[in-house]
């Protein structure tokens, strides 16, 4: 075997975040298999050769053998004897895994840093720049390197260990709405998510509910069956704590209600300089992802959470539908797959031309799908592993993540409901109403808004001196960082029919209508006039996107050579 002990502790560490203090690694050497385990909670299930990330929901006796049934649970499963090995995904890809084969070597992890520190080589992979441009993500099942697969949601893969060969078998998403009256759903669900609720039995002295003041998170806190020692953290600006309609003060109430230990912690940027913040950002996330707002604490929250004793966090990630869209465009955008020919600006100001960025045919409308079933499955196959999965990679050097409602079984039923139950997760919502108390659900988040913070002097003199560097123009063309630097701290140049008064008004008008409303006066407006519905993306984002794929570029490079001999 190429690899021993010393490599994998030598990756472990170039993985671990500069302001966090880990358990000692776990890895477990032995017929011709190498793994290794960064931070490990005491909780993990292992078993010989097979590792289980995530959480599984109940005993799962043979969890760990290879060809056994997929345990209902929240993870990434890897599992092996002496001659296959294994990988198993959850029903929506929670946590991802990558793989990358050679003559020599199958390397399996959910970090792709890793992959390329034990390849030795970067391979950049141009198809996934155009989509982290367009959507802040790496794109539907791309990596940064070329010869790193993903491993898609429901699925599993095979390597058998004598001949080498890899099989790939994976469920597809299907949505079946059953002809059951509403209150024969409603119970079906309700029950589902009793006994996952029944299965999950977390020590609550060692795994934190993140509190908002939205659905998920407060389902959490009526379904689990013991609360007692549970604590809850709520996190965002210090000046929401004064705002009753903020995440921050409903997530307070709830927590004075039920009796729970309860911290607020404040996410206002860092006493650290902006590049710092940034670094630590792409290491802990790998730049999967644009969403840094959570962040600008330089991750503050899950350092203090890591060192108080946390080990995990319940995070209320699911399945349940989502948010109204009356046209295909609304339904791209809604789910955050956008590509760059998909914005107004982009279009009229010829960026989108600078790549090109195909949609996989799995991904496209299928015939006789309705606008909320592609709307849904797009959740399930697109947002859900390349951007929720993306969100738990950021957390989980520092504590475990589970995801209950991803559960097997609520999943399968969520898809059976008709589209109106699960637009806007309607039924789902009305479940939780009817067990809540009387608290309000909250009207603003906590934490500022992703465009506010790239609005900051010192993150744009940041992006733009990262944009005129020698990687930098490398890798894009001369024509996108023109235009970028022409742009970089204005606003989106609207259409003169957007700025005018009459649209201004029209626009008051429909965000005062309940949301219902305002979908069908798009949805009117889309048949009138088609060409007049359109999205501009911020020059600032667009920057920000590009500096992600320039530090990513560079860090990878460095990964590569962390494991060649002298």
């Given at each position: ?15 671990t975040?500069?302001n966090?203090e880990p358990?000692p690694?776990r890895?477990?050497?032995g017929?011709g ?44 499963l ?7 090995l294994?990988l198993?995904?959850?029903i ?13 070597l199958?390397?399996a992890?959910?970090s ?11 391979e ?26 993903c ?7 095979r ?11 994976q ?19 309700r029950?589902?998510?009793e006994?996952t609720?029944?299965r999950l ?15 998920d998170s ?15 953290v ?16 409903v ?17 206002d ?9 940034f ?17 600008m ?18 995070r ?5 539908g ?6 295909p ?20 100001d ?8 195909p ?10 799908e309705s606008?909320s079933?592609?709307r849904?499955?797009?959740?399930q ?24 409602f991803?559960a097997?079984?609520?999943?399968l039923l969520?898809?059976?409901l008709?589209?109106t ?18 608290i309000?659900?909250a ?15 010192d ?5 733009s001196r990262?944009?005129s ?14 235009y ?5 701290g204005?606003?989106a140049?609207?259409p003169?029919?957007a700025r ?28 009138l ?8 993306l ?10 992600i794929?320039s ?6 490079g460095?990964?590569?050579?962390v494991?060649?001999?002298?």
């Amino acid at each position: 075997m190429p690899y021993g002990v010393r490599d994998m502790e030598r990756v472990l560490s170039r993985l671990t975040p500069d302001n966090l203090e880990p358990r000692p690694p776990r890895i477990i050497e032995g017929s011709g298999v190498l793994i290794g385990i960064l931070n490990p909670v005491d909780t993990l299930p292992i078993e010989d050769e097979s590792v289980c990330l995530g959480a599984l929901f109940g005993a799962e006796t043979d969890w760990w053998r290879p060809g056994a049934e997929a345990p209902e649970g929240s993870y990434a499963l890897f599992r092996g004897d002496g001659a296959t090995l294994e990988l198993v995904s959850d029903i929506v890809g929670s946590r991802t895994i990558w793989y990358a084969q050679t003559d020599e070597l199958f390397i399996a992890a959910t970090s792709q840093r890793a992959i390329v520190c034990f390849l030795q080589g970067f391979e950049p992979n141009e198809a996934a720049y155009p989509w982290m441009l367009s959507s802040g993500t790496l794109g539907p099942g791309l990596s940064w390197d070329r010869r790193i697969r993903c491993l898609g949601p429901d699925a599993r893969l095979r390597l058998d260990r004598r001949s080498w060969e890899v099989r790939v078998e994976q469920i597809p998403v299907e949505f079946h709405p059953e002809a059951r009256s509403r209150e024969e759903h409603e119970r079906r669900l309700r029950e589902a998510l009793e006994a996952t609720f029944a299965r999950l039995d977390p020590d609550s002295a060692h795994w934190v509910l993140p509190l908002s003041g939205g659905y998920d998170s407060r389902a959490i806190l009526l379904f689990l069956k013991d609360r007692s020692k549970l604590k809850a953290v709520t996190w965002g600006l210090k000046s929401a704590l004064g705002d009753r309609e903020s995440d921050a003060w409903v997530a307070r109430e709830l927590a004075r209600h039920f009796g729970l230990s309860h911290e607020y912690y404040e996410t206002d940027l860092s006493g650290e300089s902006v590049e710092r913040v940034f670094e630590r950002f792409l290491i802990a996330g790998e730049g999967r992802v644009d969403h840094i707002s959570g962040y600008m604490d330089g991750f503050a929250i899950w350092r203090r959470l890591h060192d108080s004793g946390c080990q995990g966090v319940l995070r209320g990630d699911e399945a349940f539908g989502w948010r109204p869209a009356s046209t295909p465009s609304g339904v791209i955008h809604g789910v955050g797959m956008a590509r760059l020919s998909d914005y107004r600006n982009l279009l009229r100001d010829g960026v989108a031309g600078f790549y090109e960025q195909p949609v996989p045919a799995t991904l496209q409308r299928r015939e006789q799908e309705s606008l909320s079933e592609w709307r849904d499955r797009l959740y399930q196959t697109f947002r859900t592993p390349a951007i929720l999965a993306a969100l738990n990679d950021l957390k989980c050097a520092y504590v475990e993540v589970v995801n209950p409602f991803q559960a097997r079984r609520v999943v399968l039923l969520a898809r059976g409901l008709p589209d109106t139950h699960r637009t806007d997760k309607r039924l789902f919502k009305d479940i939780v109403r009817r067990r809540s108390p009387p608290i309000a659900f909250a009207g603003s988040r906590a934490i500022e808004g992703h465009d506010s913070i790239l609005k900051n002097p010192d993150l744009l003199a940041l992006i733009s001196r990262e944009l005129s560097g020698d990687v930098a123009r490398g890798l894009f063309p001369a024509m996108l960082l023109a235009y970028l630097e022409d742009r970089i701290g204005r606003p989106a140049r609207a259409p003169a029919a957007a700025r005018s008064p009459l649209r201004r008004v029209k626009s008051e008008v429909k965000r005062l209508l309940p949301a219902g409303i305002a979908a069908l006066v798009t949805s009117i407006r889309g048949r009138l006039r088609p060409d007049s519905i359109g999205v501009d993306l911020e020059a600032n984002r667009l920057a920000f996107r590009a500096y992600i794929i320039s530090r990513m570029h560079a860090l990878l490079g460095r990964d590569a050579v962390v494991l060649r001999r002298p």
